[in-house]
């Protein structure tokens, strides 16, 4: 592709942004403002849209996060769990999980989902959960949670399950400096990130695909047991 290309796939993120920003109610829009007034930076609003539709397209009714902050993509999968099943919340730093169980507070008011806020870290609690129970584990946040997850989702997930990582592109850390798409970035993060890629990439027991979806999702199934 030629710079023009380039250029117009950058506009098309930005205008797919938009279109998600104005279909966000006032719950997320009073979410988001929370979250970022106490320093946790929230995702893309399309990959929110997105995990929420994909919560439809799969089914899906018991869902873990394991993230940090992470109250925009949470709320939207709620939304997409349409008054049913489950949400369980594992949420690695106290003043992220402030923030999860404060907006879980207020969802309790409009939705029958069953929402679970645990103040824990990912490699910790993961273990404790019965196995074969997930339909999906979305991941964001601390490094740590992505490699806890990686770790306890095949043990985790029913038949046919999902592992989404989110921010694949390593673009959410302080110090990144262009994340994946800088082969020169060293820092932790990115570094961790790239570990994590081509570990999975050479695993056959698992399928994976790299989208450019907000700051890169990466969708994980494992291979039938």
């Known amino acids: 592709m030629n710079k023009t290309s380039y250029t117009n796939l950058a506009k098309a993120w930005e205008f797919a942004e938009?279109?998600?920003?104005?279909?966000?109610d006032s719950i997320l829009v009073e979410a988001r403002r929370d979250a970022e007034q106490a320093g946790f930076p929230?995702?893309?609003a399309a990959q929110a849209r997105f995990l929420k539709l994909l919560v439809q397209l799969t089914h899906s009714s018991s869902i873990i996060v394991a993230g940090t902050g992470a109250v925009v993509e949470s709320c939207e999968l709620v939304s997409g769990l349409q008054g049913s099943g489950q949400l369980t919340e594992v949420d690695s730093s106290l003043q992220g999980g402030k923030l999860i169980k404060k907006a879980f507070t207020d969802l309790d008011e409009v939705t029958d989902t069953t929402l679970r806020a645990v103040n824990a870290p990912a490699g910790i609690f993961l273990p404790r959960l019965n196995a074969d129970d997930?339909?999906?584990?979305?991941?964001?946040?601390?490094?740590?949670?992505?490699?806890?997850?990686?770790?306890?989702?095949?043990?985790?997930?029913?038949?046919?399950?999902?592992?989404?990582?989110?921010?694949?592109?390593?673009?959410?850390?302080?110090?990144s400096n262009g994340g994946m798409l800088n082969p020169v970035d060293r820092s932790e993060r990115t570094v961790r990130l790239r570990g994590l890629l081509d570990s999975i990439s050479h695993d056959q027991t698992l399928d994976q695909t790299l989208l450019p979806i907000g700051t890169g999702l990466l969708i994980i199934t494992m291979n039938q047991r």
């Open 42 to 44: 929230q995702g893309s």
């Open 18 to 24: 938009d279109v998600a920003f104005s279909q966000q």
């Open 134 to 175: 997930y339909d999906l584990i979305v991941v964001n946040g601390d490094i740590g949670n992505y490699e806890a997850s990686l770790t306890e989702a095949p043990r985790l997930l029913k038949p046919q399950g999902l592992l989404i990582f989110t921010d694949m592109f390593g673009f959410s850390a302080d110090n």
